[in-house]
């Protein structure tokens, strides 16, 4: 008997890879039985299926695959040969019957499968004419590999779709994604079939040769441009949900680096937290320690903590997302943004959901509600695996948590509780869950039973990190130190004071250090006792340094200091320099202002925020600086004042504060009418200049409102309802309300497109005052950035107004949107937001440059036209060969 053929170094890869990939992605428990598995019982197999689907009232016709099982058989023959010795040759038809099993549980998933596998019965017929005539041949042998390969890597993209976590959930927005991967596997397979005719015929062998190249290379650009594809498609997609979400990210980035700069900055601080045993338990890919707590008091680096543990597991490619409170933005607190942040994150990780989102949300046209979104994210948790063979973990980090509201806060826990235990239905999928925060009454009830890190336990730890903060901080001062001859022992016992000093609490080592640093000492023995007789508590320390701030301020002057610090503490978002001295202008309650307060108010900017100071007082302040912010723009913005006198005015800083104004003035009118029940004080200095604008307004504008203002329904706001016993303002307030609309924006957006000269701005609605007001603002703030010079200015005065006021002048259209008072670097970048709001769907078919489509039928109407069709074929050109 003649020794088989040797298999060819190439086609041996080849095959190895296809196998082992396979064996990879198949879970030990199903890929049991493969290795004696016989072509003939997957054939019984299939035809108990079609039994088992009968009975259901299913039936499909099975028999479609006998000419993939025939055309295996032949394959078979000859690959037997080739895959002698080893496991290979069953994993050909074993894994098909394991597939077919699965999908036949969903009807429409094991149709399409079906088919896919019927297809794949056309380029197996060849092998039944040729058999072993040319298994010797090693450009033969690397074709045999090829279908080998091809094949498994059908089963492998079906058996993941099938066994990945809610598979039949996903199917329908799914299988798109997956036929364009079957479709380039189906075109290799009938390439090679090609090549195999030529590769028959003895005179064609210098073309099937050069066949073999250009396949060759075709292969590896049809991946490349599916995976193109994939990311440009889900791009797109994501893109519209994002618009869907109405979700700006921009705080939460801005936050975390503030925040991990500090952590940055210090290195080694935060170390002592991975070698933790409990953060180092909720690290590991094991299903225990689902949640964690992280609890400490105020100042004790909580939050640095909980961002170098997400650079950590960043690095280490953990797949981890994050949201992070803080009173500084009010957007972070919110329970709705918490969801939609998660959930974009969550989405960045699988085109395939991106897909079912945009799908079964956006395309159908549903609202982003609060249970829809709790919904959502639920889902999307237990189906992010699409490995069946290993567990997925997800991490989710949330800081600041005491900071929202009470009753937010147990309802974020409970959600995190529910995702934490509920696990994917094949049970690939785990999410751990670390909530760090100070304690309160609600997370102490709620995570009783979790466990727990609480940092005032952790004091030898923090004690030796503060120590190493303490000593890079007093680096600085090595100079000051040398001339004190303090020799390194005494820096060392001032670093290890300061450490015990601060009992835990960076805040108050950050506040020694920069004692230290800004006091005269004439020796290590001084420094040593001043430090020990500073104040032991971070409030009495705070009190010392607003003392030494108040000392010989007359009461004027301290009630100016509480209206910075207010400022600082209570704006609805952190203040720009030039804005924070403009809202301290018009805080005074005078509309007719000539002058900014002096830049030396700015030192008090870090002072504490919380013990001279009452919210609700700085909260009335805030409303009066705002409507005479405007009430001052209502004359400075008119048509008869002084063109350049306004452009002054302007670059000195003056209406800094006018973008903040329109977009908060509302809310802080209603929130004291709320407080008040709507018993409105005649007295009140903010609802005097409330009546005294909605005058002003009234008679500048006149008694027509938008047509669109009128149209809509009360209840804009429930809180309006505290004015209707004031009926100008009430109108006023409500036209603002409704002004800079969604509407109204998209028919500016229709205005300026490049196909526009057909539209007239004669269709747009009136804006209310202060929307129309903002126009000029901003006009006026876009002619100044082009200036290179202003008489009466210096050209530093320019370059601050410029970097200060630059995204003033392209800010969000609509109202509500963060991005309504940050603003952008350029008009085009504006655009591109405001087009995210615009309610078009636009095609995600990658390569589409079709406009944005009216409504979902349209678009769906456009994409059966010109993109029903799988991957088009790259052609091979011609070889002309001569006789």
């Not at 095959?15 to 992605?25: G, K, N, P, V």
């Not at 994002?242 to 925040?259: C, G, H, R, T």
């Not at 949640?291 to 400490?296: F, H, K, N, P, T």
């Amino acid at each position: 008997m003649p020794l088989p053929p040797p298999l060819s170094a190439p086609a041996g890869r080849t095959i190895r890879t296809a196998f082992e990939e396979l064996d990879r992605a198949i879970t030990p428990a199903d890929s049991s039985e493969f290795r004696v598995s016989t072509l003939q019982q997957v054939r019984d197999a299939a035809l108990e299926i079609e039994r088992q689907l009968a009975a259901r009232g299913s039936l499909r016709n099975m028999r479609r695959l006998m000419p993939l099982f025939k055309g295996m058989e032949h394959y078979s023959k000859v690959m037997d040969v080739l895959c002698n010795g080893t496991p290979y040759l069953p994993w050909i038809w074993a894994p098909v019957a394991l597939i077919l099993r699965i999908a036949s549980e969903y009807v429409d998933a094991f149709e399409q499968i079906i088919k896919g596998y019927s297809q794949l019965a056309e380029s197996l017929g060849r092998f039944e004419i040729l058999g072993n005539a040319f298994i010797g041949n090693s450009d033969f042998q690397q074709t045999l590999a090829v279908f080998y390969a091809d094949i498994l890597q059908f089963h492998k993209h079906a058996y993941k779709f099938v066994r990945r976590s809610g598979w039949k959930l996903l199917f329908l927005t799914s299988w798109g994604r997956f036929q364009r991967r079957f479709d380039n596997i189906l075109e290799d397979m009938k390439r090679h079939e090609t090549l195999i005719d030529r590769e028959a015929n003895a005179r064609n062998i210098a073309e099937a040769r050069e066949m073999r190249q250009e396949i060759r290379r075709w292969r590896e650009q049809s991946l490349d441009q599916l995976t193109s594809l994939d990311g440009e498609e889900a791009a797109k997609q994501y893109q519209s949900i994002i618009s869907w979400l109405n979700m700006d990210e921009s705080d939460q980035l801005a936050i975390f680096e503030s925040i991990s700069t500090e952590g940055r900055k210090h290195p080694g601080t935060c170390s002592w937290v991975l070698k933790n045993s409990k953060i180092s338990s909720w690290l590991q890919r094991k299903q225990d320690t689902s949640i964690l707590w992280l609890q400490g008091t105020p100042g004790s680096g909580k939050s640095v903590i909980s961002t170098q543990i997400v650079t950590f597991m960043q690095a280490s490619n953990m797949f981890v997302i994050h949201h992070f409170c803080t009173y500084l933005y009010t957007s972070s607190t919110t329970y709705e943004q918490i969801l939609r942040s998660l959930l974009m994150q969550l989405l960045r990780k699988d085109g395939d959901l991106v897909a079912h989102v945009y799908e079964e949300f956006i395309m159908e046209k549903k609202s982003p509600t609060v249970p829809a979104l709790e919904r959502l994210l639920q889902l999307l948790f237990k189906s992010i695996s699409n490995e069946p063979s290993k567990v997925e973990y997800v991490w989710i980090i949330l800081d600041g948590l005491d900071e929202c509201e009470p009753d937010k806060q147990a309802r974020v826990v409970s959600l995190m509780n529910q995702i934490a235990s509920d696990r994917s239905s094949s049970g690939n999928a785990t999410c751990k869950v670390l909530i760090s925060s100070r304690t309160s009454p609600i997370l102490s009830n709620c995570l009783r039973q979790k466990q727990t890190i609480s940092l005032s336990e952790e004091k030898d730890c923090l004690e030796e990190a503060i120590r190493q903060y303490a000593s890079q901080r007093l680096q600085s001062l090595e100079r000051k130190f040398h001339q004190l001859h303090i020799s390194p022992e005494e820096i060392d016992n001032i670093e290890r004071g300061i450490a015990k000093k601060a009992d835990g609490m960076f805040l108050y080592a950050r506040l020694v250090l920069d004692y230290l640093s800004t006091n005269i000492f004439y020796s290590g023995d001084e420094i040593m006792t001043s430090v020990n007789h500073l104040p032991e508590k971070l409030v009495d320390f705070y009190r010392k340094i607003l003392l030494q701030i108040l000392t010989h301020l007359d009461t004027r002057s301290e009630s100016r200091v509480r209206c910075i610090l207010g400022w600082i503490a209570f704006a609805k978002r952190p203040l720009k320099r030039l804005e924070l001295l403009s809202a301290i202008t018009f805080s005074s309650g005078e509309s007719e202002v000539t002058h900014l307060v002096p830049e030396y108010y700015r030192f008090l900017q870090t002072s504490s925020t919380n013990l001279i100071i009452n919210q609700e007082e700085s909260l009335q302040e805030h409303g009066v600086a705002s409507v005479c912010c405007l009430l001052s723009g209502l004359q400075v913005f008119s048509s008869t004042y002084s063109e350049q006198a306004r452009y002054l005015r302007v670059i000195k800083g003056l209406h800094g504060f006018h973008v903040y104004a329109t977009e908060f003035w509302t809310e802080y009118l209603l929130s004291s009418a709320k407080y008040a029940n709507g018993c409105l004080r005649e007295d009140s200095r903010q609802f005097l200049l409330a009546f005294q604008l909605a005058d002003v307004l009234n008679k500048a504008t006149g008694s027509i409102l938008s047509e669109e203002v009128k149209s809509q329904p009360n209840g804009l706001d429930e809180r309006l309802s505290f004015l209707r016993q004031h009926p100008l303002l009430y109108k006023h307030v409500e036209g603002a309300l409704k002004g800079r609309s969604l509407k109204r924006l998209e028919a500016e957006l229709s205005l300026e497109t490049p196909d526009a000269t057909s539209r007239s701005s004669k269709n747009l609605p009136p804006l209310d005052g202060i929307s129309a007001m903002l126009i000029i603002y901003q006009d006026t703030v876009r002619s100044l950035l082009d200036q290179h010079d202003y008489p009466g200015v210096t050209a530093e005065e320019l370059e601050l107004f410029k970097s200060q006021f630059r995204a003033s002048a392209f800010t969000c259209r609509l109202k509500s949107c963060p991005r309504a008072t940050l603003g952008f670097e350029s008009e085009k970048l504006r655009i591109q937001h405001e087009l995210t709001h615009v309610r078009r769907w636009r095609c995600t078919f990658a390569g589409c440059n079709f406009p944005p489509f009216v409504s979902p039928q349209a678009l769906k109407s456009h994409a059966e036209k010109y993109h029903s069709h799988g991957l088009p074929p790259r052609s091979i050109r011609s070889i002309q060969v001569s006789p």
